[in-house]
C-alpha cells in the first residue's frame, strides 16, 4: 500500500478520514467533519460504541461489524463495532476506496493533554493512522460538560486543519492538539507532552451482596508544574497546544548506557 | 506516593509486582513468578480474563473487581476483571501494602517486537509502572504454540530480571525484552524497535442472516529489512532484544519545523 500523496496539479480531492473515540453519535465527531469538509472528500469511520480510554486496543479476540448510518451534510458515515484502531484498520481494509490522504480524530470531548495520549483512543486512532503511512492529527476540546459547544471549536480545528493539508507532516511523526475551553485562545503553540501521571484513586462500593467493586476516578498530576515548554503550561495560558508524536517508544539514547549492562556475548 | 528504593544495607527484601496480559490462568505468568521469586517479595495482580491486543487501555465506564486465587509456589495471586493498565491501577491502590520496586510483565505468548509495543497488553502494563515511578520490564517468548514451554525461558528471565534488580532503571525508562523461542539464544542486544506495521487482513464471514462480519488477521511487516540495529535483526539472529522504551511519545525533534507552521501568534 503506497502512500498516496495529494497531487493537486491534478485536481484530486484529498480523501480525509475521520474518526474518534466517542463513537458516531458524539457531537464532536459532527464538529469535525463541519472543519474539515471544505478540504476534502471526507468519509467517516467511528465507533458504534463510545470507547475513551481504550489507548491503541484492538479486537483480536471478537468479530467486527460494519455499519452505515445517516449521511451527515453529504458525507457517508460508517461505525465500527470495535475500538478507534478497529476503525482505521477494518475501515482501510473494507470501507474507503482508496487509502486516506489524511485521518482526523475528535474532536474529543475533554483533554487529552500530558500523558493522556497514552490511554486516548482519540490517538490511538492517530497514531495507527501514522504507522500506516497517513498524515494523522488528533483534536480535543478541553471541555468535560455534556453542553460542549463544538462549533465554537470548529473554526479553530479548520485553521489548523487546513495547515496540516497544506503542509503535510513527515512520515512518522502525528500530531496531539488540545484546545482550551474559553472561545478565543490566544493563539496556538507547538510543545512537548507534560511529564506526569494520574492519581490513581478508585471510589470503592459494596454491592447488594456486600462484595466490593471500585471505579476509576482520579486526576491528571503534572510533574513539571514549573516547566514553560510543556502542553500543560500552554493550555494553562488559553493557547492551543501541538504536540509532535512519534509512534517508535524507543528510547534511543539509553541504548548506549544499557548494552553495558544487558548485553550478553 | 513517592518511590521507595530498595536498600539491601537494610535487608528490606524488595516488592517484586507480576503482571500479563494473557490472563492470570496464562502459564507464561508462572513461569515470569518462577523466575523471580529469588529476587524479592513477589505479588501477582493479573487480568481476569485474557488481554491480549488491550495496549493501554483502562476501564472508564465499567465497574471493577479483585479476586483472590490459589497461592502460587508461596505467592498471592489476585486478579482484577480489567485490563493489564487497571491490574497495575488497581493493584497499587488497593491491593499491595507499599510501592513495588519492580514490575515484571509476562512471560508473553508471542511477540512484542517491532511496533507490537503500541497494541500489547504486557508493555500496557509496564508503561503504566514506569510512568508511575516504578522499575518496570516486559518479557514476551516468540513462541505462538499453545504447547510452548515457558519453563525453558524462565532460566533467561531470570538472568535478565536479576540484572535488573542489580541495576535498577533511570525514572521515565523501561524495557520490552523479547526471547527467541530456541532453547539456546546466541546472547542479547541492546537495540531500537523495528518501524513497521501490520498487513491489515480480515477475514470476512457471513452470519447464518448472511449479513457480513470480520476477523482480524494479518502479519508484522518490517520497514527496515535491512536494518542490523533492530529488535527484528537481533531476533533473527536468535538474540534476545532488549529494547529501551519510553512513556513520553513527544517527538522533540520536530518541535522547532513544526513551530514554523503551527504557531499562532
Known sequence: MAYIMNDYSKSIRPLILVTNDDGVRAPGLKAMVDAVKDLGEVIVVAPAQPQSGQSSALSVNKPLRINEHEDYNGVRVFSVTGTPVDCVKLGLHSIVSRKPDFLFSGINHGSNSGNAITYSGTMGAVIEGCTEGICSVGFSLLH??????????SELVKELATRVVTNPLTTHQCLNINIPAKVVPEGARVCRAAIGHWSEQYERYLDPQGKPFYWLTGRFINEEPNAIDTDEYWLSKNYIS????????????AIDPMSKVFNIS
Open 144 to 153: 468535560h460538560s455534556l453542553a460542549a459547544d463544538f462549533s465554537l471549536s
Open 242 to 253: 501541538v504536540v509532535p508524536v512519534t509512534p517508535d517508544q524507543t528510547l534511543f539514547s
